[in-house]
């Protein structure tokens, strides 16, 4: 069966003129085939002839030309990017003539992601961290943890839109509050404490959470276990450091502008778009959602997301201690 015109032009010309049979030889629907029957009847070509057409405004070296300046200017707009061209070359060529070319040769404008500004001392700190942690089932008995802002009204969870309407909106207040928490993420469990309202988390805030922390810390590791914690300063002080020597508390310190290494990034990632698919009209109800959100994380996904954390420093070690980017599990 056909179903393209070059097959009905070549049975046209070599095999019947007559509509019918055509018809009967074809799987097109019928008014394709009526309109490309009346043309071949009338003696004209169903495909364009090779060549035909407007001569094309810009060469193979105008593209190149084109991608290379965009790549070395990345900053500039479409239309600085024409003018700057169109002078350079002596061409006259539109903006959208501009960016269909850089389109087609695989250039398009994109929002950089932002990522930490690692220093040459900051990366060696991470080679010699990769290098020296990454031990097969050190990582059974460390609890991986982190702070992080759930935010309210947040805006990143894609909907169901017809393409034919306007973009969908949200309708969000000018200042949005938020709610910090801090999690403890191990193979054995996982903890979550959300802070009060607008709580500033400073080393006494920090103390106050460790010490709700340590009986199901022991309760999961009898035997012992490790805190691994950055490096902000309520980590850090005197206080805090005080602390861990009262209680014996063994840390593990992260190096320096590290998420990239830790799963528990993954974990904020999962519970966000939980919470704001539930959509929580206020602050009580963005509390319980991320507070009924940490059972979303299974014993198989927490002993996942532990094993991956070697996979992670081998990978940072291959790139002698430069960013990875935060890994899937």
Known sequence: MVNSKESL????????????????????????????????????????KKGSGRPRLLTGEDRKSLSKFALQNPLESTRRVTSKFNACRGKKVSHMTVYRSLKFSGIVKKLPKKVPNLTRQQELKRLNFCQNWNVPGFFDN???????????????????S???????TKKVPKFSPKLMVWGALSKKGFYLHIYENNANVNSSSCQDTLLNFIPFANELFP???????????????TETQEFFSKYSIQILQWPPNSPDLSAIENVWQVLKIHVEKKNPQNLNELRRYIWESKDII?????????????????KCTQARGKLIGIQPF
């Open 162 to 168: 017809s393409i034919r309407n306007a973009k969908p």
């Open 9 to 48: 032009q070549f049975l046209y010309e070599n095999v019947t003129h007559d509509k019918a049979k055509l018809m009967e030889m074809t799987t097109m629907p019928l008014s394709t085939f009526y309109r490309s029957y009346a043309k071949l009847a009338r003696e004209e070509m169903l495909l364009r």
């Open 298 to 314: 299974t014993p198989e996904m927490q002993n996942k997301l532990l094993d991956s954390t070697y996979s992670r420093l081998e």
């Open 142 to 160: 460390v609890f991986l943890t982190d702070e992080c802002s759930f935010q309210f009204h947040r805006n990143t969870v894609r909907v169901w």
């Open 223 to 237: 035997e012992g276990w490790i805190l691994q914690q950055d490096g902000p300063t309520p980590h850090t002080s």
